[in-house]
C-alpha cells in the first residue's frame, strides 16, 4: 500500500513558476513509475508527465515540454514537477500518482494504482 501526498499548488500569474511535490509512504516508492496528471473543470483526466522507477527516464506531454520538469528523490519518497512559464491553461487540480509499467505506457490512468487526493493550481491572466 502506497499513499501520497501533494503539496504546493496556489495560485500564481501567468509566467510565474510552481514546484508541486508528492510525498509517498511506504518502503517501496522506489519500485514505482511516477506520474503527474491534471484535471481542469468539466474535463477529463489529462496525463502530464512520467519518471521511471530510477529517475533516468522522463516523459512528457507536449504541451508542457520545455515548461515542465519531473524529478525524483527516491530516498526521500518524493517526487517533484517543476512548472515554469505557466499559462492559464494550465489551471487545473494536479494529480501523482504511482503504478508498474512501461514507459510507452506511461500516459495511461490504467497502470497507476495509487493516487493523491490533489492540488490546485490556478493561473491567472
Known amino acids: 500500500q502506497v499513499q501520497l501526498v501533494e503539496s504546493g499548488g496556489g495560485l500564481v500569474q501567468a509566467g510565474d513558476s510552481l514546484r508541486l511535490s508528492c510525498a509517498a509512504s511506504?518502503?517501496?516508492?522506489?519500485?514505482?513509475?511516477m506520474g503527474w496528471f491534471r484535471q481542469a473543470p468539466r474535463k477529463e483526466r489529462e496525463f502530464v508527465a512520467a519518471?521511471?522507477?530510477?529517475?533516468?527516464?522522463?516523459y512528457y506531454v507536449d504541451s508542457v515540454k520545455g515548461r515542465f520538469t519531473i524529478s525524483r528523490d527516491n530516498a526521500k519518497n518524493t517526487v517533484y514537477l517543476q512548472m515554469n512559464s505557466l499559462k492559464p491553461e494550465d489551471t487545473a487540480v494536479y494529480y501523482c500518482?504511482?503504478?508498474?509499467?512501461?514507459?510507452?505506457?506511461?500516459?495511461?490512468?490504467?497502470?497507476?494504482?495509487?493516487w493523491g487526493q490533489g492540488t490546485q493550481v490556478t493561473v491567472s491572466s
Open positions: 511506504g518502503r517501496t516508492f522506489s519500485s514505482y513509475v
Open positions: 519518471i521511471s522507477s530510477s529517475g533516468d527516464s522522463t
Open positions: 500518482a504511482a503504478g508498474v509499467g512501461r514507459l510507452s505506457a506511461v500516459p495511461r490512468t490504467s497502470i497507476y494504482a495509487y
